[in-house]
């Protein structure tokens, strides 16, 4: 039977290996190893050894288990039944959001060697698809594992109608770049990556157009359930001049960026249709679909 081995994430991002058994503090029962962790193509996660003086030691140490944010998003990754890992040892590794992409998501990871003084900043890449979950919040689910993770603040939409999500102090920020799409009723949707099934699909409220002097506007509320308590209101607005065609249809042009436009076509051959007219403005909702 193989001896259990106890790992943790010291304050720097370097792995300290401790023997489970002790609860001693001295120095021979927990070592520090210099190195840093990665994810492969397939996100199974390692931490990768600069240099060992210890035969036993390996180069490159794998895990097995699941991803998860904590509400810093700091990542989180909980070890499962394997090896010689102790089951439900979690190791937290400080990071940021750098970045995110149609398929990825992108982690900085800052490590230093307080005897040395040296300091080390690298990234940590998993892949997977985007998607939101059914409080209308964005998640990422990770490929080829059954775990996904949950961003717990409220996302944001730029002048350019993309989704920003905003955290920290500062405040950090990643915009996912995609198209805007009306799906069904009470459900709009934002793709990112057709072929891959990425992209969000948000609960929302009976599209409404209202027409207001020259311009046109289509309007969605979208509410994030952020806690049992806690319920943030987003307004999806696009703008637009609004026409009737020749043979009977409604067009709505809309203009989301300086060289950008897009033709919204509003049939009876919608598979849905609901209207009303409320004071001087009028609300419509369709089964329709755009993108730019």
Not at 57 to 85: A, E, M, R
Not at 171 to 200: C, N, T
Not at 219 to 239: A, G, L, M, Q
Not at 268 to 287: D, P, Q, T, V
Request: charged content about 35%.
């Amino acid at each position: 039977m193989k001896t259990k081995v106890y790992y943790e994430v010291d304050p720097h991002n370097r792995l300290v290996i401790k023997s489970p058994s002790k609860k001693s503090n001295v120095k021979k029962f927990r070592r520090v190893v210099e190195g840093r962790f990665r994810a492969d193509g397939k996100n199974r996660l390692y931490y990768e050894v600069f240099k060992s003086s210890k035969s036993d030691t390996p180069q490159k140490i794998k895990f097995s288990g699941k991803y998860s944010l904590d509400k810093k998003h700091n990542l989180i990754y909980t070890l499962d039944k394997w090896s010689n890992q102790c089951e439900g040892n979690r190791l937290r590794l400080k990071t940021k959001l750098l970045d995110a992409g149609k398929n990825e998501i992108m982690f900085l990871v800052q490590s230093r060697d307080p005897s040395k003084g040296k300091r080390r900043i690298y990234t940590m890449k998993l892949h997977g698809k985007w998607q939101a979950d059914k409080n209308n919040r964005l998640c990422f689910g990770i490929e080829k594992t059954r775990n996904k993770l949950t961003l717990s603040n409220a996302w944001q939409i730029n002048k350019n109608n993309e989704i920003v999500y905003k955290y920290g102090r500062q405040p950090e920020a990643i915009v996912l770049k995609g198209k805007w799409q009306i799906r069904k009723k009470h459900r709009l949707g934002y793709v990112l990556e057709k072929r891959l099934d990425s992209g969000f699909n948000f609960r929302t409220s009976l599209g409404q157009i209202v027409p207001k002097k020259k311009k046109t506007y289509l309007k969605f509320d979208v509410i994030i359930d952020i806690t049992k308590r806690k319920r943030i209101k987003r307004k999806i607005t696009f703008c637009g001049t609004c026409k009737l065609t020749k043979d009977g249809r409604i067009l709505l042009e809309m203009s989301p960026g300086k060289e950008k436009k897009l033709s919204l076509k509003l049939t009876k051959r919608m598979a849905y249709i609901e209207s009303f007219i409320k004071g001087r403005e009028r609300y419509l909702g369709g089964g329709i679909a755009f993108r730019w």
